[in-house]
């Protein structure tokens, strides 16, 4: 029986009898079970969205704890769904709230059609032995054979590759072999092998001011096999992209350190993703990297000074092909180093990457894409127009400077439900005793006061609400989610009115540089938002809606992309045409400086409001406050 | 007054007054000038193109000692010549024989038109300064001024410039600067200077297998500044090229040895150049490199094993780009190394340099172009049709393999007469006791032998001769040039028989290779000859047509291409249609290996003859001896 698994990509064969649970594990998926499959902690939810007939029918734990929506919509528990013998096969996408944490950032996204039509090709060839009759010379042979059979015209081969060649072709006796494998790069052989390979592998990575996420990809399939990722090692030098930038042009040898600290991590990546897949460093040919434009620079190489300075423009925009050896990136020694375009000082290769991902310059309908990081980009337009700004939403919306704000990891509080008592429910990472807040987590909590009348619109607590979990603090005021006593914790776990205003000016920065977009374009309402970025995988529309996140639209409006700009790089890697499109992009984008827009200053006051201080922007507020009961 | 000199293409201005033997001396060209330019020896003659009514009567000296058709064609003695009060530019060609030693390899050379038109330029641009308006990055600023001034389409720029293009574009404040010099490799931009920078180099190679020259190219008029030459660095490991391809592949760490020693020869040639010339080695930005397959592939650290075994196929036969880095050339980080293509593994870059320069490939009179070195290669054809051969001419032409033989240096008999009374008359080079003979000289010694009657057609001495000269030695017999006694020197310097039978095998090996050409073909005699190689270039035509070096032709027909092999990789420097002509020249080429031709032995037997044992393929014959007496 086979089994896909969605947005891993991964398909695996399970034997008759077994539980979606148990492939998942097959297929190293971590879902979460703390029951141990026993049907009754309602951890492991997922939806099939093929091949239900499959699966053994629902238990009673599953009728009982499903709402008739979901039911019919296909969830299920993992662990009672059994899989019977059939010839379909089963399609299963895993929600990120049923995953494990070490799947944090690497979650849901869209489904993107991509052709496999990489610039890295294998041909496998069988050239005529050289005579006296016959002596062309060794490329020129390989130039041939690849002419007549797939009708390539190969211009140039590297000097790696020439060097090594004659050898190459022949055995030890200096016989003439008869079957060969050529590696292409575009019109240039850049690798020879005995008989015939097709494997080979790239790697996809999203280089974010926090997180580096690299995914190897199956050349052969386009396929995931693997993903990994880890802390920026540049983070010792600074948590935020000016920092760091400042450095290379500071310090001493700072480009260097710099840029070192990079190319170590994605070395380590590589040499994890080889090892877990039983994979040589030299198969893999090509990487292709995403990343902020500070990020960008640093990586290739690139004087960054100007970024950071007026008027911000970067050396480079479009996208520029290196070298293992120019970058020190340990793949193949003729492999490909493709680091794709930025669009200007302030919105990067991984904009670039969220917008191949999220295609608004393909559609008709007008797509609000909002990449929240660190820095929130937003493009608005379609296939007509497309303008973008950043906003400097700072780091509160990852859990940064809130007070229990922590990264998604075990401990860290991820959703949140008030109910009319006042009285918290929450979901916390690893089953764990609260350490704290993370951004998804903070942003139910926010909305949950607000919808619950503990927070005024403006931002400040309700002191007339019926509750001891609001308290005074040494600052002003808090409400307390978790007391240390009720988790038997080192500390309680609370949203102070400084906490909620550090949300105020990220959400707001957001909401006001949309709107500020919204009226360039001449629009009152974007048709769609497409939210990028981990975190905007993991925070809940409602939620975000009732804070004033962004412009009001219909929910259903509302679409993860997932890490829509890793997405991007894995599309560019496996997909010529998608990195043309992507060198195109740069061209379509008017890029606004909010900073300095006449507009900006006011809305992002009134955008501080929940959801805002001008209500005609979200008529539809109050229906959107009763879906929130209905969860 | 401005004088220029052919082939040097060097153009000087001198004083009214001044001879043109100082003019010479200004421009750094050594004339022979025995009597130090009192008109007395007779050594500085020289041949006025154009301008002979700007220069001041001839002297009686002159007049006395040049004949009729001399004083006809413009000759002179470079020391009576003054130059007079004149806006008519004066034009002088040096004749290798008026020339003094150090000149010896680097000789006169056809004519040939050529355009400017390199492959690296430079340009000059004023960009606009970037503002908050206009912040087109710094990549793409530049490539929108390229194009709009020049249209020109720029797509890259090298890692090196990449990096440090912002801090270029700026002064130490953070300013845009604003005017630049780029520097363009067809799409590519490799280098940025500050203002208006226009001057830059470049450098053509000829690597043969015992010479290395260099040409000092100015890039801006495409003009010789300078020459220099030295002994192939790699002759320490073996005098022929295939013991040195069999040292890369059977010795470890043969291949890098081989290679390091022409390269290092080569970055010798390159600091020379530019230290005498006071040139920056940053300032060249490209060389061309042309030599046999063999020193070739050596030089390109391309595996050479199976040049050397049959069926000796190269490895590559197209042209190549090789970077600084790639080779440890010592030139601008990101210039060029073009190493132009091959025919064969028996028939090199040099060959097609030399048809570059006498581009039999463009015309319809049929030319044989002989190429005599180490090795002989000869093309024969027109635009309709070319085919050529290598013949292993062995290095008795270059007058190795001899008793007395010697390179062309000081102490070398290089130009022979013998009158009837079979004494002989001797040019010696640099004015010395005889210590050898120089491959010129060969040819000229068994000529007048040959053409007196002292060495039948056989190549056997004929012992009837009246003459002391004639004497047994040791092997046979010989004939003394020059008594110890003459010229109070060392030793005698003879001929013996031996020494003629190496030249029978050579010239036979030449001749046959030419006539299975010509049956190829079909013809019975080419429209012309084209003597390529410094060697080519010294041989007295009579001579060689009296030996049967090659068919007989009209000696009109004969012709000097000089250092073709040289010039080729010039012309390939200072133009790019040159390089791709140069590139389908092999597609044109039909290869013979006479080794394996059913009618070479035959020829190769009938060719010792002198001149052939066919007398009727020298139908001519006597005619052309009796042009040796008017001498």
């Known amino acids: 029986m086979k089994i896909k698994f969605e947005p891993d990509g991964k398909t695996i064969k399970i034997e008759e009898g077994k539980t979606i649970l148990d492939a998942a594990d097959k297929a190293g998926i971590d879902i979460k079970s703390d029951c141990g499959g026993k049907g009754t902690c309602g951890k492991c939810i997922i939806k099939i969205e093929e091949g239900m007939d499959s699966l053994s029918p629902l238990i009673s734990e599953e009728k009982e704890d499903l709402c008739t929506e979901e039911i019919e919509e296909g969830y299920r528990y993992a662990c009672a769904a059994k899989i019977k013998n059939t010839k379909t096969e089963i399609k299963a996408s895993i929600p990120s709230k049923s995953r494990r944490d070490k799947q944090v950032i690497l979650e849901e996204g869209l489904e993107v059609d991509v052709e496999l039509n990489p610039t890295i090709t294998k041909y496998q060839v069988k050239p005529d032995k050289p005579s006296l009759e016959d002596d062309l010379s060794d490329f020129e042979r390989l130039k041939k054979i690849i002419k007549k059979e797939y009708n390539i015209e190969t211009n140039h081969i590297s000097i790696n590759t020439l060097r090594k060649l004659p050898k190459k072709l022949r055995n030890d006796l200096g016989r003439f072999k008869t079957k060969f494998t050529i590696t292409l790069n575009k019109d240039k052989i850049i690798k020879i092998e005995d008989g015939h390979q097709e494997e080979y592998y790239g790697v996809a990575f999203d280089i974010g001011t926090t997180t580096v996420v690299a995914y190897l990809i199956d050349m052969m399939t386009g396929d995931i096999i693997d993903t990994a990722s880890e802390m920026n090692p540049q983070i010792k030098y600074g948590e935020d992209v000016m920092t760091r930038v400042t450095i290379t042009f500071n310090e001493k040898n700072g480009m260097q350190k710099m840029q070192e600290a990079i190319i170590d991590g994605v070395n380590r990546l590589i040499s994890k993703l080889c090892k877990d897949n039983n994979i040589k460093q030299e198969e893999i040919l090509e990487i292709t990297v995403v990343g902020n434009t500070g990020m960008h620079h640093i990586f290739a190489g690139i004087h960054s000074e100007f970024i950071s300075k007026s008027p911000y423009v970067q050396g480079l925009r479009d996208s520029v092909n290196l070298t293992p050896n120019e970058t020190g990136v340990n793949i193949y020694e003729d492999g490909n180093i493709h680091v794709m375009p930025t669009v200007s000082g302030w919105m990067g290769a991984d904009t670039i990457g969220c917008l191949l991902t999220t295609t608004p310059h393909k559609q008709d309908p ?7 990081g660190t820095n929130g980009e937003i493009v608005l337009g379609n296939k007509e127009r497309l303008i973008g700004a950043s906003c400097a939403a700072g780091p509160a919306l990852e859990g940064a400077s809130i007070k229990y704000g922590m990264r998604a990891a075990p401990g860290a509080i991820q959703y949140i439900e008030i109910n009319k008592e006042l009285e918290p429910k929450l979901d916390i990472i690893g089953n764990k005793p609260p350490k704290g807040i993370c951004g998804s987590g903070i942003i139910d909590a926010v909305a949950e006061l607000v919808s619950t009348g503990v927070i005024n619109r403006d931002g400040t607590f309700n002191k007339n609400v019926d509750t001891d979990r609001l308290r005074p603090n040494e600052s002003g005021m808090e409400y307390v989610l978790a007391y240390k006593s009720e988790y038997n914790s080192d500390h309680d776990v609370t949203i102070t009115n400084q906490d909620i205003r550090e949300v105020q000016l990220a959400k707001g920065a957001i909401c006001a540089g949309a709107h500020v977009l919204m009226d360039e374009l001449g629009i009152k309402k974007p048709d769609e938002i497409m939210l990028a970025g981990a975190f905007g995988n993991y925070i809940d529309k409602i939620s975000a809606l ?27 890697l496996i997909d010529q045409e998608k990195r043309q499109e992507a060198r195109e992009l740069p061209n379509l984008i008017k890029y606004y400086r909010l900073a300095t827009h006449k507009d900006f200053e006011m809305e992002f006051a009134r955008g501080q409001y929940f959801p805002h201080m001008d209500m005609t922007k979200y008529p539809n507020y109050e229906k959107i406050q009763e879906l929130r009961t209905c969860r």
Chains 1, 2 share one sequence.
């Open 366 to 372: 007008i797509q609000l894409m909002i990449d929240v």
């Open 546 to 572: 009732t804070i004033g996140l962004f412009p009001e639209v219909d929910i259903d409006d509302i679409k993860m992309a997932g890490n829509a700009a890793g997405v991007g790089a894995r599309l560019a």
